[in-house]
């Protein structure tokens, strides 16, 4: 009767990288599927004009949308020029310099957009400005 030998088993020096290539894929997928959705937002068709883009130190700004129907949005959620007032000053009591802008549909009721320049204004803003396109070139 042979004498059991026992067999040593040969590190392996090599990792196996298939596991990590599925879970990247994985990630890829998610990816592609839930990037459209953070980008959607309020279609505004902004008027053009030769204007220079304002550099704010602060990174943090308020947008209102105004569309073709008049409707409020602040930071892309629909809301009512009421509570649009009542946040839009509890933000600026917490961050007084806070940049504020209007972004207003070319189709939307110039009314609509003085209206909500002057809710911003008695709301606290410092200053509010628009948002425009800059000009297509032919």
């Given amino acids: 009767m042979e004498p059991y030998r026992k067999r040593r088993k040969k590190l392996m020096s090599e990792i196996n990288v298939v596991p990590y290539i599925d879970v990247m894929l994985v990630l890829l997928v998610i990816f592609m599927i839930t990037a459209p959705l953070l980008s959607q937002g309020v279609k505004v068709d902004l008027p053009q004009a030769a204007a220079r883009p304002v550099d704010s130190p602060d990174n943090e700004t308020l947008v209102v949308t105004i569309d073709r129907e008049g409707k409020y949005f602040l930071d892309d959620r629909r809301i009512s020029s009421d509570e649009l007032s009542r946040k839009v000053e509890k ?25 909500a320049m002057t809710l911003l204004q008695a709301a606290g803003a410092p200053s509010v400005g628009l948002l425009t396109e800059p000009p297509r070139k032919p």
């Fill in 91 to 115: 933000i600026l009591r917490l961050r007084p310099q806070t940049p504020v802008l209007i972004r207003g549909d070319r189709q939307s009721n110039y009314g609509e957009v003085v209206k």
